[in-house]
């Protein structure tokens, strides 16, 4: 069992700085894969950054040089540093995890439903 809790999201204005955070609550949490997806009014969710047990890493090209995946294993704390913001990073932001998707981060930032455990979502917005 694997309970994915996010906090974080605010509004700022374009160019702010947001760090979302996710406790997760697993046993396994040394061999989870891990990511951030988010979903904004009217569109399908997308991945955001994906990290796997490794520390290998995956970001979608809108986010790249912007944000950051991190974890903390000490904490079982998953972070998602987003710099720069833009009004098109609005959306509601959500933590997923899997201890046994085998896929690689790349694959999974795209799979939007593969993982089997969410949060409930953060949302962020990004004002102009």
């Known amino acids: 069992q694997v309970t994915l809790v996010e906090s974080g999201g605010n509004s700022v204005e374009t160019g702010g700085s947001l760090r979302l955070s996710c406790s997760v609550s697993?046993?396994?949490?040394?061999?989870?894969?891990m990511g951030w997806f988010r979903q904004a009014p009217g569109k399908l969710r997308e991945g955001v950054a994906v990290?796997?047990?490794?520390?290998?890493?995956s970001y979608a090209d809108s986010v790249k040089d912007r944000f950051t995946i991190s974890k903390d294993t000490a904490k079982n704390i998953l972070y998602l540093q987003m710099n720069n913001l833009k009004p098109e990073d609005t959306a509601m932001y959500y933590c997923?995890?899997?201890?046994?998707?085998?896929?690689?981060?790349?694959?999974?930032?795209?799979?939007?439903?593969?993982?089997?455990?969410w949060g409930q979502g953060t949302q962020v917005t990004v004002s102009s």
């Open positions: 997923a995890a899997d201890p046994f998707l085998a896929l690689t981060p790349a694959q999974a930032l795209n799979s939007r439903g593969d993982f089997g455990y």
């Open positions: 697993s046993y396994t949490y040394s061999r989870l894969i």
């Open positions: 990290i796997d047990a490794d520390g290998s890493i």
